[in-house]
């Protein structure tokens, strides 16, 4: 989860924070730019309506004074335009603040992720609920406080100068709107089901796509392609089947509101027509009625599709929640993090147990100690769980049972975080450069920067590039010895007082594993503990303490 949740925090969660508060609007002063929003988007159409009306008396003969109403007309319409443009800017512009407070609250809560769920699903699944959820929730608070605001105060509107035209008409306008919402939503959750169907389907073709390339090298010495056509067929095979279903079910739809429109056309013009020869209608208040009943149609439209994105989203909504932990841990005191010097263990684990799945423990009642000033080795074979220890030393996870202490102290995991970020350098199995230069990846983007630090960390760590060359894609313009030695760099900059190496020569050639087991024996020279995982025999030179895992079990 390096490229969201533990990459991010050195350099993006006080800006994401700063700029939440900033930008958090009002509910109540939102709410009423909505509501004015919507008493415009009513006078217009009332104006519209209005408008037929006159048209309707004119071309029957209604003389000068219908000529003068429609001067009337004329200046009330422009005024009302110029009151829906400044206040549908106004509205915008909230819409836009509300989504920006949106992602900052989500990405705060990505900070805060259960690393084993992280772990469990993937990063790349987790940013692509993230950004689901960026899409969807900002697209139902716009929807939500926005468009069906202003809806509701269109139908309110319409159903009111209908009722002045012809209460008969306008309970047939009313029926016909509830009978479009009905249709739509038997249709959207057809459609909406197949589109998730889609979706998930074009997910499982992109993985497919992506594995073919990182395995091109192994693809192409196979004696055979049948295995690559036969993959890439069968996902190109359903996606195209749910593509064409998604076509199908939309075209229905299409026609269904096509034939319901048509039918409600005839229908009101038949009923006015007999109004209209019995007297009791003019033709003027019949286009009038017909136009709020064509603004009322879409107003029940978009009511009946909001129904099937709101719960859509919702169900996105759900599914990240489940990850993410929108509670910030508790502020605590510095002070109760600094190492004692009289503590001869820099970290103690008592009879800690975890696994991903409870039913399948990676480790199991381990107790270990790792003595402070030393240089000490965790070594085992392939998933005996080195690395989960790692992760559960730094906090990244939470044991299922055990204690962890921390120079005597067991902390909560509050203080671990903190602990971590003040206290430990840390090189990760698998590293992650940023878009940026390398001094401000070394320096996690820090405003301020120790510049007497940051050269003694590129030269102990042996970096050979300019500070100020820029990187982009997990730095891949570089070799991946180049990019570990950023890395190494990164975490001798912190200076902190223990030092976690989770296979930090997997790229170092010989020359560059001598001169980090040089830098590890530096590190304890000065004080300074650190925990070595590694299959690089040239780093154990100056190892004093060795902890053997085993798969499922404590040696």
């Known amino acids: 989860m390096k490229a969201l949740g533990t990459a991010l925090k050195p350099f993006s969660q006080e800006l994401v924070l700063r700029t939440f508060r900033q930008i958090r609007p009002s509910p109540w002063l939102y709410t009423l730019f909505i509501s004015l929003d919507g008493i415009v988007n009513v006078c217009n159409n009332a104006l519209w309506a209005y408008f037929f009306v006159l048209l309707g008396d004119i071309a029957t003969g209604g003389g000068w004074e219908a000529y003068r109403r429609l001067w009337i007309y004329i200046a009330l319409t422009l005024l ?24 900052g609250r989500i990405l705060d809560g990505v900070f805060h992720t259960d690393y084993a769920e992280v772990s469990r699903l993937g990063s790349g699944e987790i940013i692509n609920r993230y950004s689901d959820l960026v899409t969807n929730l900002t697209g139902v608070y716009r929807s939500w406080f926005r468009w069906n605001v202003v809806s509701l105060w269109q139908v309110i509107g319409a159903f009111v100068f209908g009722a002045i035209f012809d209460w008969r008409m306008t309970i047939g306008i009313v029926a016909f709107g509830l009978l479009t919402i009905l249709v739509n939503k038997l249709y959207q959750k057809t459609f909406y089901k197949l589109a998730n169907a889609l979706q998930a389907e074009i997910g499982r073709v992109k993985q497919s796509y992506i594995s073919f390339v990182r395995g091109i090298e192994t693809l192409v010495t196979l004696p055979s392609d ?4 036969r993959l890439f067929n069968e996902t190109i095979g359903g996606l195209l089947e749910k593509e064409v279903k998604l076509v199908r079910v939309r075209q229905n739809l299409q026609l269904a509101q096509f034939l ?7 229908g009101l013009l038949l009923f006015g027509g007999l109004l209209i020869v019995s007297g009791s209608m003019t033709l003027g ?5 017909k136009m709020l009943a064509l603004l009322m149609y879409n107003v029940f439209n978009h009511f009946g599709s909001f129904f099937s994105s709101f719960q ?15 509670g910030r841990p508790a502020e605590r005191p510095a002070g109760q993090l600094s190492p004692s010097s ?5 970290i103690k684990v008592e009879d800690l147990s975890f696994g991903y799945d409870s039913d399948r423990p990676i480790i199991r009642h381990l107790s270990l100690s790792i003595p402070a000033g030393q240089i000490t080795a965790i070594m085992g074979p392939n998933g005996s769980g080195k690395t989960t220890l790692i992760r559960l030393l730094l906090g990244l996870l939470t044991p299922n049972e055990g204690r962890i202490y921390y120079y005597g102290q067991c902390l909560d995991m509050a203080m671990v975080q903190e602990f971590r970020r003040k ?9 992650f450069l940023f878009n940026g230069t390398v001094r401000q990846n070394i320096t996690g983007f820090s405003p301020v920067v120790d510049e007497e630090r940051l050269q003694r960390a590129v030269r102990l760590a042996g970096v050979d590039v300019d500070l100020d060359l820029v990187l982009k894609d997990n730095g891949r313009q570089l070799s991946g010895g180049q990019r570990q030695r950023i890395a190494i760099a990164r975490a001798l900059y912190r200076d902190g007082e223990l030092f976690i190496l989770d296979e930090p020569a997997s790229a170092l050639d010989t020359f560059g594993t001598d001169a980090l087991a040089n830098i590890m024996q530096r590190l304890v020279q000065e004080g300074k503990t ?11 030179r100056n190892v004093e303490n060795t902890i053997l895992l085993a798969p499922y079990t404590a040696l």
Do not use: C
């Not at 049948?226 to 056509?229: G, I, P, Q």
């Not at 859509?312 to 929108?326: F, R």
């Open 260 to 266: 319901l429109s048509n039918l409600f056309s005839i």
């Open 530 to 540: 650190v925990i070595l995982v590694s299959h690089r025999e040239e780093l154990f």
């Open 312 to 326: 859509t989203s919702q169900s996105a909504m759900e599914k990240v929640y489940e990850l993410v932990d929108i």
């Open 285 to 289: 208040t019949l286009l009038g009625i």
């Open 342 to 346: 009289e503590e001869r263990d820099a």
């Open 80 to 103: 009302f335009w110029a009151l829906y443009f400044i206040n549908g800017l106004t509205s915008e512009v909230m819409a836009i603040r509300t989504e920006f407070a949106i992602k």
């Open 226 to 229: 049948r295995l690559v056509k």
């Open 423 to 431: 206290k430990v350098g840390y090189v990760p199995q698998r590293f």
